[in-house]
């Protein structure tokens, strides 16, 4: 028969290690990464107070509302937001024909441009919120074949899945 002491410690063990575990996968102060559709992030456009103003960058959804000064309602900046403005940060243009994720065209300069602005600003700048449903799925829907999770930033299968 167990002592009480040693029912004590078992019983110790086990809840210290069930909640190690789940620190482990849920670090404090972190926010689980979310798949966004193209509609989920027309939400977060920056037209209304108090909501978190994003947009996405290579299919990375950044949380830019650190910046609504230039991202807010008004702000020079606010056309980039509630989409995937790749096209956009690459040509460093506002023009509503550039406002989207395609980047077909796009010359060696300006896919470098693209690659430097997205590290050097938004990545360095603003958290990660998520990733676009295009970067993960093909247009019908079906898994795109060439997106690897350990390839993301701040993505990890362990504690996304």
Do not use: W
Request: one cysteine or more; a negative charge; glycine letters at 6%.
């Amino acid at each position: 028969m167990l002592s009480f002491q040693m029912y004590f410690t078992f019983c110790s063990f086990v809840i210290l290690s069930s909640f190690a575990q789940e620190l482990k996968h849920n670090p404090v102060g972190t926010k689980p990464v979310r798949l966004f559709t193209d509609e989920d992030l027309a939400k977060y456009h920056g037209q209304e107070d108090g909501q978190p103003i994003y947009m996405a960058v290579k299919g990375v959804v950044f949380d830019v509302s650190s910046g609504k000064d230039f991202y807010g309602k008004d702000a020079p900046y606010n056309a980039l937001v509630g989409k995937d403005s790749t096209r956009a940060v690459a040509k460093m243009s506002l023009e509503p024909d550039d406002l989207t994720s395609d980047t077909s065209g796009l010359t060696e300069e300006q896919m470098k441009a693209l690659e430097d602005t997205f590290i050097n600003v938004y990545k360095a700048k603003y958290p990660i919120v998520g990733y676009t449903s295009r970067r993960i799925l093909n247009e019908d829907g079906t898994p795109n074949k060439n997106f690897k999770p350990e390839d993301q930033p701040n993505f990890t299968i362990k504690e996304e899945f």
